[in-house]
T-cell receptor, first 112, second 110 residues
Framework: EAEVAQSPRYKITEKSQAVAFWCDPI?????LYWYRQILGQGPELLVQ????????DSQLPKDRFSAERLKGVDSTLKIQPAELGDSAMYLC??????????FGQGTRLTVV | GQQLNQSPQSMFIQEGEDVSMNCTSS?????WLWYKQDPGEGPVLLIA?????ELTSNGRLTAQFGITRKDSFLNISASIPSDVGIYFC??????????FGTGTSLTVIP
């Protein structure tokens, strides 16, 4: 069964360092989402891509976060510099026509 | 963003009992999704609903799309220990951005 692949599964980084997460969506899914989930809360949308274009990044803290999907397939989310408050689960999801979103296993980030 | 409120916030039930939870929105959705999330994992899609009034089952799970299009319900029959987790409702807005509810944490006591 097709899956959304994310790496790494876990990342520990020191504050002020740079960190990057990678996502490979389900083949053929044009829409890709990055979500952040703080423990005990539901996922919150950071950025949405349609193919290689950003559709919505209104909730992305652009002073330190960046996201790209250069060829409209896989995507990278970067944080530079990381802050303690960035500790969370970062989830990637993809969708074929916006009807259902399928999630990867996530990257658990701990900033120390 | 959209407000999706789920209730109850948490549930503690005996194995074999039935479970009901619901989700309400401040605005209309054309699709309702229900996910289950295990600790440390990403959400897994359980059921998708596409039409007001629709009732859909997936094994022991049954979900309904409320006729007002502002709510949805999830029922689990004859709960088992592996049902433990957090259940989220979600729905896409017109821009295909998925908003998630506050979650219902389920604990099943053997």
């Amino acid at each position: 069964e097709a899956e959304v692949a994310q790496s790494p599964r876990y990342k520990i980084t020191e504050k002020s360092q740079a960190v990057a997460f990678w996502c490979d969506p389900i083949s053929g899914h044009a829409t890709l989402y990055w979500y952040r989930q703080i423990l005990g809360q539901g996922p919150e949308l950071l950025v949405q891509f349609q193919d290689e274009s950003v559709v919505d990044d209104s909730q992305l803290p652009k002073d330190r976060f960046s996201a790209e999907r250069l060829k409209g397939v896989d995507s990278t989310l970067k944080i530079q510099p990381a802050e303690l408050g960035d500790s969370a689960m970062y989830l990637c999801a993809s969708s074929l026509e916006g009807l259902e979103a399928f999630f990867g296993q996530g990257t658990r980030l701990t900033v120390v | 963003g959209q407000q999706l409120n789920q209730s109850p916030q948490s549930m503690f039930i005996q194995e074999g009992e039935d479970v009901s939870m619901n989700c309400t929105s401040s605005s209309i959705f054309n699709t309702w999704l229900w996910y289950k999330q295990d600790p440390g994992e990403g959400p897994v899609l359980l059921i998708a609903l596409y039409k007001a009034g629709e009732l859909t089952s997936n094994g022991r799970l049954t979900a309904q799309f409320g006729i007002t299009r502002k709510d949805s319900f999830l029922n689990i029959s004859a709960s088992i220990p592996s049902d433990v987790g957090i259940y989220f409702c979600a729905g896409p807005n017109t821009g295909n951005q998925f908003y998630f509810g506050t979650g219902t944490s389920l604990t099943v006591i053997p």
